[in-house]
C-alpha cells in the first residue's frame, strides 16, 4: 500500500527527498532565472500542492507537486510551459483569480524503485487529489525523456511519433497517455536556462572552444553559445498534455 501525504505532513523525508529527486535531472534545468523569481512565493501559497508517495513500511517512493491556475480550456489560453505556468499561478493568487486547473509541474521516483510503476501511482495519486479539491481540469507539461536522443528534432515532429500499438514513442508521453491522457500542444519554450560559458561547461561537462550551437548530455534541443558574450542559453522544449 502507498500513501501520497503533503510534503509539510514528512519532514522526516526532506533530507532523502533533496537527494534522492534530483538524480535524474540534468543539471542545467535548475537554472532558470525565471522560476528562481516565483519558488518562495510559490512554497508560501500552495504548501498543500507538494507531495511525497511513501510505502506502509515508511520508506519513500516518490515526489511531485503542482500549483492552481485558471484555464478556458483551449490550446490557445496554455500558459507557454512550466515557467509561465508557474508566474501565471503565483499572479494570478496574488490578483484574486479563481482557479479550476491544477498544473502538475513535476514528479519523481526514487532510482532504486524505478520500473515497478509507481510513477503511474503517484499521478493517480495527486490527479484524484486535485479533482477531490475542487480543480476538475489536470494538465502537464512533460519533459519527454527520450527526446534527449533527438535534439535536433522540433518537439512539434517527436511528439507525434507512436509505436506501431499506436502508444507514444515516449515512455514519458506514454505512461500519461496510459492514464487517460491526451496530447494537448507543444511548449516549444516551457523554460529558459541562461548562464555564462563557464557554467554551462560545469553543468555539461564539456568544453565549448568557439561560439556555436552545440548538443548536450540530457538536452532536449540545443545549447547556443556565444563566447564574445559570454553567454550561453538553452530553450527548452515540453509537450502539453491533459489528463481525462
Given at each position: 500500500?502507498?500513501?501520497?501525504?503533503p510534503?509539510?505532513?514528512?519532514?522526516?523525508?526532506?533530507?532523502?527527498?533533496?537527494q534522492?529527486?534530483v538524480?535524474?535531472?540534468?543539471?542545467?534545468?535548475?537554472h532558470?532565472?525565471?522560476?528562481?523569481?516565483?519558488r518562495?512565493?510559490?512554497?508560501?501559497?500552495?504548501?498543500?500542492?507538494e507531495?511525497?508517495?511513501?510505502?506502509?513500511?515508511?520508506?519513500l517512493?516518490?515526489?511531485?507537486?503542482?500549483?492552481p491556475?485558471?484555464w478556458?480550456?483551449?490550446?490557445?489560453?496554455?500558459?507557454?510551459?512550466f515557467?509561465?505556468?508557474?508566474?501565471?499561478?503565483?499572479t494570478?493568487?496574488e490578483?484574486?483569480?479563481?482557479?479550476?486547473?491544477?498544473?502538475?509541474?513535476?514528479?519523481?521516483?526514487?532510482?532504486?524503485?524505478?520500473g515497478?510503476g509507481?510513477?503511474?501511482?503517484?499521478?493517480?495519486?495527486?490527479?484524484?487529489?486535485?479533482?477531490?479539491?475542487?480543480?476538475?481540469?489536470?494538465?502537464?507539461?512533460?519533459r519527454?525523456?527520450?527526446?534527449?536522443?533527438?535534439?535536433?528534432?522540433?518537439?512539434e515532429?517527436?511528439?507525434?511519433?507512436s509505436?506501431p500499438?499506436?502508444?507514444?514513442?515516449?515512455p514519458w508521453l506514454?505512461t500519461?497517455?496510459?492514464?487517460?491522457?491526451?496530447i494537448?500542444?507543444?511548449?516549444?519554450?516551457?523554460?529558459?536556462?541562461?548562464?555564462?560559458?563557464a557554467e554551462?561547461?560545469?553543468w555539461?561537462?564539456?568544453?565549448f572552444?568557439?561560439?556555436?550551437?552545440?548538443?548536450?548530455?540530457?538536452?532536449?534541443?540545443?545549447?547556443?553559445?556565444?563566447r564574445?558574450?559570454?553567454?550561453?542559453?538553452?530553450?527548452?522544449?515540453?509537450?502539453?498534455?491533459?489528463?481525462?
Open positions: 500500500m502507498y500513501e501520497l501525504i510534503v509539510a505532513d514528512g519532514p522526516q523525508y526532506d533530507e532523502e527527498a533533496e534522492r529527486f538524480e535524474d535531472w540534468p543539471e542545467f534545468i535548475f532558470d532565472v525565471e522560476v528562481k523569481k516565483y518562495d512565493r510559490r512554497l508560501e501559497y500552495f504548501p498543500e500542492w507531495f511525497y508517495l511513501v510505502s506502509s513500511d515508511h520508506r517512493i516518490a515526489g511531485c507537486w503542482g500549483v491556475i485558471a478556458d480550456g483551449t490550446v490557445e489560453d496554455l500558459p507557454g510551459g515557467t509561465d505556468t508557474l508566474a501565471r499561478s503565483v494570478s493568487y490578483e484574486g483569480v479563481v482557479p479550476n486547473t491544477w498544473v502538475l509541474m513535476a514528479a519523481a521516483v526514487r532510482s532504486d524503485e524505478q515497478q509507481h510513477s503511474s501511482r503517484v499521478i493517480t495519486a495527486v490527479r484524484d487529489r486535485a479533482v477531490e479539491s475542487g480543480l476538475p481540469q489536470v494538465i502537464a507539461p512533460v519527454p525523456t527520450l527526446k534527449s536522443r533527438y535534439p535536433l528534432t522540433p518537439i515532429t517527436f511528439m507525434t511519433w509505436r500499438d499506436g502508444l507514444p514513442l515516449d506514454r500519461h497517455v496510459r492514464l487517460g491522457a491526451q494537448l500542444a507543444p511548449a516549444t519554450a516551457s523554460q529558459t536556462m541562461t548562464g555564462t560559458v554551462w561547461e560545469k555539461t561537462d564539456m568544453q572552444p568557439s561560439s556555436g550551437t552545440y548538443t548536450i548530455p540530457a538536452g532536449l534541443t540545443t545549447l547556443s553559445i556565444d564574445s558574450a559570454d553567454h550561453g542559453i538553452y530553450v527548452e522544449p515540453n509537450v502539453w498534455m491533459r489528463h481525462a
